[in-house]
């Protein structure tokens, strides 16, 4: 079993398989409402472009988690950072999604996360 598990010609196919399953776990991160191309063009003109998440549903998984993790776990254990962003008006999808990708670079050499 050994053998077949670092068998160099199984390495794509078990790249594929690893990739598969991790953006399984993390798509929905990606994923917006189901709307319309024409409805989101509708509602384009009428919101601004970097309003506050909960005061606009937009519809993305990954917004409404990072909102969760500042406005209640942030809140929760760190007041004063929370009050300043929340006072220099820094909402968590100008932040977070940058955050979470840096999250995945700590399993890359350095270097390679630069490219």
């Not at 760190?78 to 670079?105: A, N, T, V």
Request: with cysteine; aromatic share 12%.
């Amino acid at each position: 079993i050994h053998e077949d598990i670092f068998d160099p010609k199984f390495l794509e196919a078990d790249t594929y398989t690893l990739f598969e399953a991790l953006m399984d776990c993390v798509s929905d991160w990606y994923r917006t409402g189901h709307q319309t191309r024409s409805a989101v063009n509708k509602n384009v003109s009428g919101s601004q472009p970097w309003s506050r998440p909960r005061n606009e549903p937009n519809g993305s998984i990954i917004v409404e988690r990072l909102s969760h993790i500042q406005d209640s776990l942030l809140k929760r254990h760190d007041r004063d950072l929370y009050c300043r962003l929340e006072k220099l008006e820094i909402y968590p999808q100008l932040y977070g999604i940058r955050w979470l990708r840096l999250l995945f670079g700590r399993e890359f050499h350095f270097v390679d996360t630069l490219t």
